[in-house]
């Protein structure tokens, strides 16, 4: 049966740090924060265009939810929630930070039907993070991955290749290191240069040169290949 998620994005809210990659309003073209008002109107919508041959899952994304505003992410999910009960939502997924998990923020997304939850990990070798201004290290990823498994989450990690000092060896390290807390899904995302940030002034001043397009997609291939091996 087919997945799909009714994606439903909060840009650039709950982030600490500005990476070096990011503008989440250029990237989702959403500039406003979404209302429980708008959630409501965009899952009715999208549950009057389901056939019942999807898996679908509430998802919100573009920013780091479980950092937000506790009183807005509640509500949020509030909106949301009654659309899992009576279906035909299967579940409630987020995207979040490795640093932005604990026991006590698990078990009060349970409580409003999340179900999948998505860790922003893009490296795990920590002078890459420090470069590109993640925030967090690789070992908080790896405790944060371990913490989602054990209550029970269907856990999901998402690399980036072609990062600001990074390179194809280490992106492979990795995808290994990733593999190995045994994610159920894994997203990867090449390195894009976006307008109005760090990474923009890096390539415009000839300090970061972006993968070429053909060699991005065989090291995406190589590793998507390694994940589904494994």
Do not use: W
């Not at 500039?31 to 009057?48: G, L, Y």
């Not at 990733?178 to 990474?199: F, K, Q, W």
């Not at 970061?208 to 994940?227: S, W």
């Amino acid at each position: 049966m087919r997945h799909a998620n009714v994606a439903i994005f909060v840009p650039h809210n709950g982030c600490p740090h500005q990476c070096s990659f990011c503008n989440q309003r250029s990237i989702t073209g959403q500039r406003e924060q979404p209302t429980p008002d708008d959630v409501r109107r965009v899952v009715q919508k999208a549950r009057e265009c389901l056939n019942g041959e999807e898996q679908a899952e509430i998802a919100f994304f573009g920013g780091s939810f479980t950092a937000i505003d506790r009183g807005y992410m509640v509500a949020l999910l509030e909106a949301a929630v009654p659309f899992v009960r009576e279906g035909p939502f299967m579940g409630i997924r987020i995207s979040t930070r490795p640093d932005a998990i604990d026991r006590q923020i698990l078990a009060l997304l349970r409580t409003y039907g999340v179900t999948s939850i998505e860790l922003g990990a893009q490296s795990m070798d920590d002078c890459v993070l420090a470069c590109n201004g993640r925030g967090h290290t690789a070992v908080q990823v790896e405790e944060a991955a371990a913490c989602i498994r054990s209550e029970g989450f269907s856990l999901g990690l998402q690399m980036m290749t072609g990062l600001y000092g990074d390179t194809p060896a280490g992106a492979k390290q990795t995808a290994h290191r990733l593999a190995a807390l045994e994610p159920d899904t894994m997203r990867i995302y090449p390195t894009i240069v976006m307008r109005g940030t760090d990474l923009e002034r890096k390539y415009r001043a000839g300090d970061y040169l972006p993968m070429p397009l053909e060699d991005a997609v065989d090291l995406c291939a190589e590793l998507l290949e390694g994940f589904e091996r494994q």
